[in-house]
């Protein structure tokens, strides 16, 4: 009897991030140990400020928090960007790379790090189980089925309209205050829209996902990144502006379009989808029984109440420095309100509210596995190193060279720092003098900085697009196939828009 071959698939999001744990680890005995100082400011109960100076060896020196000890550390950053909370993390001290005691990260550590991720990343697990108890209600109870039918005959006919809305809106939101991990709640409620409109779940994933991204990497006034990549280079934010928001518009009109194109391929052709074989297990997923109630006025309000939610998100985030702990209270007070206006019992409010929450915990897990990357190469000393090795790259060079290859050296330190205020206050302030010796204003550094990162973070697998890909039951190869010809595109742009930079700055 002849034995059918077993198809191969690809891995799930969690093989794929325990493999890059695993080559983290390994790197942590291949390269060097080693550290820049770190400068933190701190503000004493008594109302005394100081900064504290931590050396590679791990000595610590108080110094007085003044625009003197800056200058004498060669920190180019404004005494007033502490005092006022722009600059909360430790930053790296210029010129005082030393190299310290290896410290690989073994099996013990290597079986660690996820459990550390975890507690790391419990704000944001904990605003994703939440967002997904709020759905499970409004699922449960048929509003967003009704909601989405009613939305779908809206936009019959003229289907790409969500597209374009979506991608906008979101890049709006990346741009502005960084809009990334609250999109999470998002999908649930508009693959099923995509789906009835014809286009397959990469359509919805390419709206909200490249949106979010598009708008983070083409930053304008997002305060965790270029505003404090800025304060930590000692420049204005509103230094090169014209030129980030000349890249976020092109850049989000080349990713509408490149979403609407291959829209319009699958609307014309569903095989040609590269989650085809997928369809049946995604629309089972996410399509519900296929039967919908009329939009009543209960379901009306309920989703009024959602939105509002977000609202109230966003003004606190962008507004009242709001972060993970108040936003998750939002979306819990939300959800009762929810289930007092849909008359849901207590018992089937509760049931329901924990289902929906344990649908999201695979993608809370994901969250804090990547996290453990990043804690395994800043246990093991090595992620100072990749900063100081690569820095050597741009020596000697010309404006334009060393522009495009700090832009890419920014992309390989997305990958092993993820986190856009923790790459900016570790490297900023040792890679903006080196645009000093060249000739450049910093300005061009930042522009660099967050075209680079932005790059990187459409693919890498320790920022949220595993959490993301898992949610919506897509492989990362699929993913890959879909976006690295945008990935391409939007390289290009970035290249032409640091070049135009450089020679206005000349």
């Not at 325990?18 to 004493?44: R, W």
């Not at 909370?85 to 290597?110: L, R």
């Not at 359509?203 to 930590?232: D, H, Q, R």
């Not at 990713?255 to 052709?269: A, N």
Request: with cysteine.
């Amino acid at each position: 009897m002849e034995m059918k071959k077993k198809k191969l698939s690809f891995p799930t999001a969690f093989t794929v991030l325990f493999i890059v744990l695993m080559l983290s680890s390994a790197l942590t005995y291949l390269i060097p140990a080693g550290s820049y100082s770190k400068l933190q400011y701190d503000a004493g109960e008594t109302g005394a400020t100081e900064f504290t100076l931590t050396k590679p060896d791990g000595e610590q020196e108080i110094l007085p928090a003044t625009q003197e000890t800056l200058e004498s550390l060669g920190v180019s950053a404004d005494i007033e960007k502490f005092t006022n909370g722009d600059i909360k993390k430790p930053i790296g001290i210029p010129g005082t790379y030393e190299t310290v005691d290896q410290n690989p990260q073994g099996f013990k550590e290597f079986i660690i790090a996820p459990i550390k991720g975890v507690y790391d990343s419990i704000d944001i697990i904990l605003f994703v189980l939440i967002l997904g108890g709020i759905i499970g209600i409004l699922d449960h109870s048929g509003a967003f089925g009704a909601g989405m039918a009613a939305l779908s005959r809206a936009t019959k006919g003229k289907e790409y309209i969500l597209i374009v809305f979506i991608t906008a809106l979101i890049s709006l939101g990346g741009t502005t205050f960084g809009l990334a991990e609250e999109t999470i709640a998002l999908y649930p409620i508009l693959i099923p829209i995509f789906l009835a409109a014809g286009y397959d779940v990469l359509v919805c994933i390419g709206a909200i996902y490249l949106g979010s991204c598009i708008g983070t990497m083409m930053s304008t006034v997002n305060p965790f990144s270029v505003v404090v990549a800025s304060n930590a280079a000692g420049i204005n934010f509103l230094e090169g502006m014209i030129f980030r928001v000349a890249a976020l518009v092109l850049g989000t009109l080349i990713t509408i379009v490149y979403i609407l194109k291959y829209g319009s391929k699958i609307k014309k052709d569903p095989t040609k989808s590269l989650t085809y074989e997928d369809k049946d297990k995604i629309a089972a997923k996410f399509s519900g029984d296929g039967q919908s109630q009329p939009l009543r006025f209960r379901f009306s309000l309920a989703l009024l109440l959602f939105l509002g939610g977000f609202i109230l998100m966003i003004w606190g985030v962008a507004i009242a420095g709001w972060w993970f702990e108040e936003m998750t209270a939002i979306f819990l007070v939300d959800s009762v309100l929810i289930g007092i206006v849909l008359g849901m019992p207590e018992k089937v409010f509760v049931s329901q509210f924990i289902k929906g929450a344990g649908e999201l915990i695979g993608v809370g897990l994901i969250i804090g596995v990547a996290r453990a990357v990043n804690i395994i190469l800043e246990t093991g000393n090595v992620s100072d190193t990749i900063l100081y090795k690569l820095s050597f790259l741009v020596e000697g060079m010309n404006q334009w060279l060393f522009i495009i290859i700090m832009m890419f050296i920014f992309v390989v330190l997305g990958f092993f720092i993820s986190s856009s205020s923790g790459l900016a206050t570790l490297a900023i302030p040792i890679i903006a003098p080196l645009a000093d010796a060249v000739g450049l204003p910093r300005d061009v550094i930042i522009s660099a900085y967050i075209f680079g990162l932005g790059i990187i973070s459409f693919i890498t697998p320790t920022g949220l697009i595993l959490a993301t890909l898992d949610l919506v039951e897509v492989t990362y190869n699929k993913w890959l196939k879909f976006v690295m010809p945008l990935i391409i595109i939007l390289t290009i742009l970035s290249i032409v828009i640091l070049l135009i930079q450089v020679s206005f700055s000349m």
